[in-house]
């Protein structure tokens, strides 16, 4: 079956340290994966995007992610946290079909 | 840069009513979808719309769901008789045409729906 999954419901790290955010999927066929942010009462901005190019995608705002066929993951790294970096974070899968399947979402913290 | 831009913010309705969520997709675009998200879950799809048809639903669009393109700027969801579960934000999202680019979604801000 296909799905998505991010490990780590909420995630808090002190500003200045390495942001990680995990995301696996789980797929039959080659998937386009994604990253999106929610700030607060916002909408979904697209944070960065693989789609068979290059394995490691850069972002805005410093993000990057790491495509690693062996392991299915996606995982989301910023080496520096900011206090801007507060939001939701999704994860989400293009299967080949129309639709995003997304995973539950992180809550990232940042502490002072 | 252009944007997917969803009216109103939030709609406040009474069980049973209709409501029209409105969406205007970035212009050059011409895949639609429209997405729910239950307050706490995750971002669930709802439907996709291609050629002014529905391409995909998923099991959570029944028959009390509907999207249309009235003319060349706006992509609607009505939702004809509403329930207390319908509450949840509502994302409209576009795609360009190309096949590469056309599995980038760009989302609206949403529309907050609270069913009383």
């Known amino acids: 079956a296909q799905s998505v999954t991010q490990l780590g419901s909420h995630v808090s790290v002190s500003e200045g340290a390495l942001v990680l955010l995990r995301c696996n999927y789980s797929?039959?066929?080659?998937?386009?994966l994604f990253w999106y942010v929610q700030y607060p009462n916002q909408g979904l901005q697209l944070l960065l995007k693989?789609?068979?190019?290059?394995?490691l995608v850069k972002g805005i705002n410093g993000f990057e992610a790491e495509f690693k066929k062996s392991e299915t993951s996606f995982h989301l790294t910023k080496p520096s946290a900011h206090m801007s970096d507060a939001a939701e974070y999704f994860c989400?899968?293009?299967?080949?079909?129309?639709?995003?399947?997304f995973g539950t979402g992180t809550r990232l913290t940042i502490i002072p | 840069e252009p944007e997917v831009t969803q009216t109103p913010s939030h709609q406040v309705t009474q069980m049973g009513q209709e409501v029209i969520l409105r969406c205007v997709p970035i212009?050059?675009?011409?895949?639609f979808y429209w997405y729910r998200q239950i307050l706490g879950q995750k971002v669930e799809f709802l439907v996709s719309?291609?050629?002014?048809?529905?391409?995909?639903k998923s099991e959570i669009f029944d028959d009390q769901f509907s999207v249309e393109r009235p003319d060349g700027s706006n992509f609607t969801l009505k939702i004809r008789s509403t329930k207390l579960e319908d509450s949840a934000m509502y994302f409209c999202?576009?795609?360009?045409?190309?096949?590469?680019?056309?599995?980038?979604?760009?989302f609206g801000a949403g529309t907050r729906l609270s069913v009383l």
């Open positions: 999202a576009s795609s360009p045409w190309d096949f590469e680019a056309k599995n980038i979604q760009y």
């Open positions: 797929s039959s066929v080659p998937p386009y």
């Open positions: 693989y789609t068979s190019a290059a394995t």
């Open positions: 989400a899968v293009n299967f080949g079909n129309e639709k995003l399947t």
């Open positions: 212009s050059n675009h011409l895949y």
């Open positions: 719309f291609y050629n002014n048809e529905i391409s995909e």
